[in-house]
Nanobody
Framework: QVQLVESGGGLVQAGGSLTLSCAASGRTFGYVMGWFRQAPGKEREFVAAISWGGSRTDYADSVKGRFTISRDNAKNTVYLLMNSLKPDDTAVYYC????????????WGQGTQVTVSS
């Protein structure tokens, strides 16, 4: 069983930066890790993902060039550095884990709120 706990959310002004962390426990060797978000009244959407070794990353077009996903496997932690934040980035951000790029996400965190004020 894998457990994911997000942290680092908060209130930030537009143009500011925030770094989210996702601490994983359990067997996560080889897992692909991802970040998703869900704004009020909207469906959950993909934000970014990273391979086990970090050599492959994917980003939603809406965050490319502003967000950076990274991971420290020694600490079982995945990060999402968010720069140039916009009010449209306001959402609950979720961490997720899956066994490979070709399988669905099996595990989800409880989410952390990010609010960007204009």
């Amino acid at each position: 069983q894998v457990q994911l706990v997000e942290s680092g959310g908060g209130l930030v002004q537009a143009g500011g930066s925030l770094t989210l962390s996702c601490a994983a426990s359990g067997r996560t060797f080889g897992y692909v890790m991802g970040w998703f978000r869900q704004a009020p009244g909207k469906e959950r959407e993909f934000v970014a993902a990273i391979s086990w070794g970090g050599s492959r990353t994917d980003y939603a077009d809406s965050v490319k060039g502003r967000f950076t996903i990274s991971r420290d496997n020694a600490k079982n932690t995945v990060y999402l550095l968010m720069n140039s934040l916009k009010p449209d980035d306001t959402a609950v951000y979720y961490c997720a884990a899956r066994r490979s790029w070709n399988t669905p996400y099996d595990y989800w965190g409880q989410g952390t709120q990010v609010t960007v004020s204009s």
